[in-house]
């Protein structure tokens, strides 16, 4: 045992301590929390400039890493739903309808609408 560290057993290698995998995880937390902290205010600070009625940072990063997921999946279950509904879409003779809402505005919500404009969603008729 070296002086200072009475009754504490920690690893060390030449004389340096080893820091143990619960510390380096301790650590890693402490220092991705301090960073998204810290550059979470100035992305705050750029919205001042932006011209009104444009996106801000985080509706756009918010659009990018929640939305458009949520909506791709929408799209893909949307997709798989009317390829089911097809025999009696084709006997209803509404096959162009349910195209539309199934498959063809979920595709427009994840694929055509600007990133964090929520407001260009909704379906025109």
Do not use: C, H
């Not at 220092?31 to 756009?60: F, R």
């Not at 055509?112 to 969603?121: C, D, E, I, K, T």
Request: hydrophobic share 50%; glycine share 10%; no cysteine.
């Amino acid at each position: 045992m070296r002086p200072g560290f009475a009754n504490v057993s920690r690893p060390y290698l030449m004389g340096v301590w080893i820091m143990s995998v619960f510390s380096a995880r301790r650590a890693l937390i402490v220092v991705v929390a301090a960073l998204g902290l810290g550059l979470a205010n100035p992305a705050a600070a750029i919205d001042d400039y932006a011209e009104p009625g444009t996106p801000s940072a985080a509706a756009m990063g918010v659009d990018m890493l929640l939305v458009r997921p949520v909506s791709l999946a929408a799209t893909a279950v949307g997709t798989g739903l009317f390829v089911v509904s097809l025999p009696f879409s084709l006997l209803g003779m509404n096959t162009g309808d349910a195209a539309d809402r199934l498959v063809v505005e979920p595709g427009k919500y994840t694929f055509v609408r600007p990133l964090g404009n929520f407001q260009a969603s909704s379906p025109e008729r």
